[in-house]
């Protein structure tokens, strides 16, 4: 008989360790559910998931397995627990909170149920997609509430393209608003027109530099757009041509710097923008001195997308390219006589 006792108490003491180990895994083994294409953001906070319509969670009671099954949330935002009367609310609760309702509601009928829910599958939220100028656009499977900051840097960071301004197109209707959403969404409660896809835009030299206000939570279904710069070319009689991306305050002196600057005769006193104008078949020609904003005598000026800035030689017979003309008359004569005439030996 003593032998028997121990083998029961034994037995209990297994089952009754197999169902809390059961029980502590509510959340976790399902942290890597991911949609096809979005790579999950299942760090710490997935186990603070908020559960909406389409969320399917996996209930089991042990030894009771008429409860069992899945229970996907309605689109109402409510689950409902078979043979048990009345809807549970689980919308905008994690599964920890629902499995206490799920408990009480079950001791109606059950002494003391062991009850293990779990989320087996997350599909309340649209993914966010990050594109533009950034090295690997990709879409989030958003479970827990990700930055700005965060999402771009998991992209690969934003490519020398990038203008310098972010904008976040808002598609969905923030489901589980938190209190530091409440400002973004009373301010996009203001858009005159009902059919336009409100949108936030932000610095990001400002999220680079760690701006609070620059570094808002992204939404599910947020597209972040890191904007692309358009190009101007930078031609003529400077140290390296070449096209550059037009980023904020770029000016015709920082371009011209920026190429290395003018080569030496370069006519600076006469640089040229050449100008596209939309609906126009010619070009608008700019003319402006160069050596007067360097010196502040005049203000520098703005570039516009698709601006050709032209630095012409100069004519070679100005005063101010006379020595380096005559130097150059002078090498090619000796080198053409060189070149054609008999060599004289001095013995």
Known sequence: ?????????????????????????TSAPQVSVVSAGAPALDSMGVKKYLLGPGDVLDLRVYNEPQFNGTLVVDD?????????????????????????????????????????LRVSDMKSRPAAVVYGAVRNPTPFDMRRRVRLIELLSRSGGITEQASGDVQIFHTETLMCPEPEDVPILAALKK?????????????????????????PVIWPGDI?????????????????????????????????????????????????????????????????????????????????????????DGSPWNMKNLPLTLLGLATNSAQNIISTGSVRIIQ
């Open 1 to 25: 008989m003593k032998v028997k006792s121990v083998l029961l108490v034994l037995a209990i003491c297994c089952l009754t360790l197999a169902a809390a180990a059961q029980d502590s895994g």
């Open 76 to 116: 109402e935002g409510n689950i409902s627990v078979p043979f048990v009367e009345g809807p549970i609310r689980a919308q905008c609760r994690t599964d920890r909170d629902i499995k206490q309702d799920v408990v009480k509601m079950l001791e109606r009928y059950l002494n003391k149920p062991q009850v293990s």
């Open 191 to 215: 858009t005159e027109d009902a059919t336009a896809v409100p949108y936030s835009v932000y610095k990001i030299d400002d999220v680079k530099n760690g701006v609070k206000e620059a570094n």
């Open 224 to 312: 972040v757009l890191v904007q692309e710069s358009k190009p101007i070319y930078v031609t003529g009689a400077v140290q390296q041509p070449t096209g550059l991306y037009l980023r904020q305050n770029l000016t015709l002196s920082l371009a011209i710097a920026q190429v290395g600057g003018p080569r030496k005769g370069a006519k600076t006193d006469k640089v040229r923008i050449i100008r596209s104008k939309p609906g126009a078949s010619n070009p608008e020609i700019l003319v402006y001195n160069l050596d007067a904003i360097k010196k502040g005598k005049q203000p520098d000026v703005a570039l516009l997308p698709y601006d050709v800035v032209d630095v012409s």
